[in-house]
């Protein structure tokens, strides 16, 4: 593995940006220790409110980790109270903002600097996002969003939780403009590919044959991909049946992330909602999906980093990409400066341009 300095990223060592840390349905009024960023948090839901909650783990008053523990009476019993959480050591009770709003033995005052810090998260789509960014300010972007998630004739998303990657996250996006890859890792006759930056956002569309995607005699395999910010990746795939391919990947430190695949699949019979048929179909297709991933995945786990590339001419835009990439990793003030020159369209030599109704 390298570090973010070593891929000449930029001044911070992790991105700023949206980030899955958990799905919905695995964060519970059971606190539990998670560890991105190079830190560890304590992540549970609020019994009150139902409201995903993310404090920093260690207790100000002697340095306990509030979502690691189990054998404690305070854990025992239940540390969520309300929204509070209770530090197992000595019972001190937080609130969600942090703050100590109670500590059981002692009659004195409250210390003004007895708190943690409680992050912004959200909940989207079974997903819980936390906002990073090493200056402190506010999302600059909304959480992603795929709007046929929730529509009665799609299959509602499973998340397939591929663990820790010994690889730092740019090995990952690199995959968006590697247009060469195609054919020598999935078996895809490439017969269209462009990539787009703008803003945030960077796009691949692709066309062609895919050895387990598609048939040989089924439709062509079309996937529109989108970065939204730095770590979330959505795949908009019309082959065999119509998908959306969700990836994100958490730096847990520099040079580690935590990986996840979904899928979100149309109803494979059509219907106006979707069956126990169509989920059956739509789970065996996530399968294929997960295996198609499992190539690149593969390729990442043995690989050694790529600080630097030797490109050739048929290689996608490496260099604008890493270029796009660097303006999650430096201040915001910088960013229109360092995306200069980036945003737009680029074509690789040898592959023709996506049809124009392909638009992300
Ligand atoms: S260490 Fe947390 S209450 Fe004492
Ligand atoms: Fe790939």
Not at 25 to 35: I, Y
Not at 46 to 67: F, Q, W
Not at 310 to 329: A, E, H, I, T
């Amino acid at each position: 593995m390298a570090t973010t300095q070593e891929y000449g990223l930029g001044e911070f060592t992790y991105p700023r940006g949206w980030f899955m840390i958990a799905e919905s349905s695995k964060v519970t009024s059971t606190p539990q220790g998670v560890k991105f960023f190079g830190q560890e948090f304590a992540l549970y839901r609020g019994k009150a409110s139902g409201k995903v909650i993310l404090l920093d783990a260690y207790c100000p008053h002697m340095g306990t980790h509030i979502g690691r523990n189990t054998t404690s009476y305070v854990a025992q019993d239940g540390a969520v109270e309300d929204d509070n959480i209770r530090c197992p050591y000595h019972a001190w009770r937080f609130g969600p903002d942090g703050k100590c709003n109670e500590i059981p033995y002692s009659c004195g005052p409250i210390p003004p600097a007895a708190k943690v810090r409680s992050w912004k998260v959200e909940e989207r789509m079974g997903v819980v996002y936390v906002w990073y960014d090493a200056e402190g300010g506010e999302p600059d972007y909304e959480v992603p969003n795929i709007v046929e998630a929730g529509l009665p004739n799609w299959v509602p998303m499973r998340f397939d939780d591929l663990g820790e990657l010994n690889s730092h996250q740019q090995e990952i996006v690199d995959n968006i403009t590697d247009a060469a890859h195609f054919g020598p890792i999935h078996g895809s006759i490439t017969q269209y590919f462009e990539n787009e930056f703008r803003g945030q956002y960077a796009i691949q569309r692709m066309g062609g044959g895919h050895r387990t995607l598609t048939t040989s005699d089924g439709p062509m395999l079309e996937t529109v991909a989108t970065y939204h910010g730095p770590s979330i990746l959505i795949t908009h795939m019309i082959g065999t049946h119509e998908t959306y391919m969700y990836i994100a990947h958490t730096p847990i430190e520099d040079g580690k992330v935590q990986v996840w695949h979904g899928l979100l699949v149309k109803s494979p019979n059509h219907t106006d909602k979707y069956t126990e048929e169509d989920v059956a179909i739509a789970r065996a297709y996530q399968e294929v999906a997960l295996a198609a991933f499992a190539q690149d995945f593969e390729a990442w786990t043995h690989k050694r980093p790529n600080t630097k590339g030797m490109y050739v001419l048929g290689d996608g835009p490496f260099l604008k990409q890493r270029q796009w990439y660097k303006q999650f990793y430096n201040p915001r003030a910088q960013r229109d400066e360092i995306t200069k020159g980036v945003d737009g369209i680029y074509h690789v030599r040898g592959l023709e341009a996506a049809p124009k109704k392909e638009a992300a």
